[in-house]
């Protein structure tokens, strides 16, 4: 009976190991990734988040969970980010003028008048240029891009005074993230650029420390801007595209149908995402006008995306800028 026991034991104990060590134990660790982005709870990004994070934890059975936070609840964006390459499981909803502060040539998806429409972007992620600088971004400085399919929309003027051609920003202190990019596009199209975070904006407003913001129009309602703000200026300088990035050992610490399902499903609810506030502006619009603000629409476009390019000539990226138009047949 003795022998008998011990036998039970030991081959007890092999077959719990044996099963520890099977994949699908492996299959049960559970992983939570905390979103972060600096937008609102009424945002559709933040909506949009959501869902992404109702799909990752549906697919792989409550395997990996997102946890969104709006608001910046987490930290600024460069806090964030420094946090991520440190092998923090946070994710930052960021842009490619704070991405290219590390590889430079990402900077040009948000240069003036880059991206036209969802399908340009959409060609992005298969452009060779673009595909090297994500590469060298995850291997050099520890920033997966899980997606970038997430459009805001066009990012236009809103000030006191109209807007209709570069000469009318002369002047006009605009805010804008700290980035080279969206410093040098900013002056290249006429106005001073001053760096601020996007919680200060308002009161920055209030208090005539900067004379407009440059924004989705999305963002103006969300954060109340039209009480602060007379003119919507429709530049479409930039067709805001967002990147969603983790840190790269986080993402490598991921069983890889875990990794599979968070592109994927970032892929998917970034599109349908953007597609909704696409569709939306027109209501947008009509919402801002009931409240007051004036709508530019007779805007020399021609004569703004000329001095766009200064921006990139600036930076040295009007090769890259080439490049990639050429790759996504632009």
């Keep these: 009976m003795r022998r008998l026991a011990h036998l039970s034991a030991v081959l007890g104990g092999a077959l719990a190991a044996l099963f520890a060590s099977s994949p699908a134990a492996d299959a049960q660790q559970t992983f939570t990734l905390r979103l972060n982005h600096v937008l609102g709870p009424n945002e559709p990004f933040h909506r949009g988040f959501q869902d992404w994070a109702?799909?990752?934890?549906?697919?792989?059975?409550?395997?990996?969970?997102?946890?969104?936070?709006?608001?910046?609840?987490?930290g600024?964006?460069?806090?964030?980010?420094?946090?991520?390459?440190?092998?923090?499981?946070?994710?930052?909803?960021?842009?490619?003028?704070?991405?290219?502060?590390?590889?430079?040539?990402?900077?040009?998806?948000?240069?003036?008048?880059?991206?036209?429409?969802?399908?340009?972007?959409?060609?992005?992620?298969?452009?060779?240029?673009?595909?090297?600088?994500t590469d060298e971004l995850a291997k050099q400085h520890g920033l997966k891009v899980v997606?970038?399919?997430?459009?805001?929309?066009?990012?236009?003027?809103?000030?006191?005074?109209?807007?209709?051609?570069?000469?009318?920003?002369?002047?006009?202190?605009?805010?804008?993230?700290?980035?080279?990019?969206?410093?040098?596009?900013?002056?290249?199209?006429?106005?001073?650029?001053?760096?601020?975070?996007?919680?200060?904006?308002?009161?920055?407003?209030?208090?005539?420390?900067?004379?407009g913001v440059e924004l989705v129009y999305n963002n103006i309602p969300s954060g109340r801007f039209y009480e602060v703000l007379k003119f919507a200026n429709e530049t479409k300088h930039i067709m805001l595209v967002n990147f969603q990035v983790v840190g790269s050992k986080f993402f490598d610490s991921l069983p890889t149908e875990y990794?599979?399902?968070?592109?994927?499903?970032?892929?998917?609810?970034?599109?349908?995402?953007?597609?909704?506030?696409?569709?939306?502006?027109?209501?947008?619009?009509?919402?801002?006008?009931?409240?007051?603000?004036?709508?530019?629409?007779?805007?020399?476009l021609a004569a703004f995306k000329q001095a766009g390019n200064g921006a990139y000539e600036k930076l040295g990226l009007m090769d890259v800028k080439k490049a990639i138009e050429a790759e996504i047949g632009r």
């Design 147 to 211: 997606c970038f399919d997430w459009v805001q929309g066009y990012r236009h003027f809103f000030t006191n005074t109209p807007v209709k051609k570069p000469a009318d920003l002369a002047g006009l202190r605009i805010r804008t993230p700290p980035a080279p990019i969206w410093q040098e596009s900013i002056r290249a199209l006429g106005a001073a650029p001053t760096a601020m975070a996007f919680g200060d904006m308002y009161p920055a407003l209030q208090q005539r420390a900067i004379d």
């Design 259 to 300: 990794q599979t399902v968070l592109v994927e499903e970032c892929r998917k609810a970034g599109r349908e995402t953007s597609e909704k506030i696409l569709a939306s502006e027109t209501n947008v619009k009509n919402q801002l006008k009931s409240r007051g603000m004036t709508i530019v629409e007779d805007v020399d």
């Design 54 to 74: 109702k799909r990752v934890e549906q697919r792989t059975k409550g395997g990996l969970k997102i946890q969104v936070f709006h608001s910046a609840q987490l």
């Design 76 to 133: 600024v964006e460069e806090d964030i980010i420094e946090q991520m390459r440190q092998g923090a499981a946070i994710g930052q909803n960021t842009d490619a003028a704070r991405l290219g502060n590390y590889v430079k040539s990402l900077a040009v998806v948000n240069g003036p008048y880059f991206a036209t429409s969802l399908d340009d972007v959409e060609k992005l992620g298969k452009s060779p240029t673009i595909t090297k600088a």
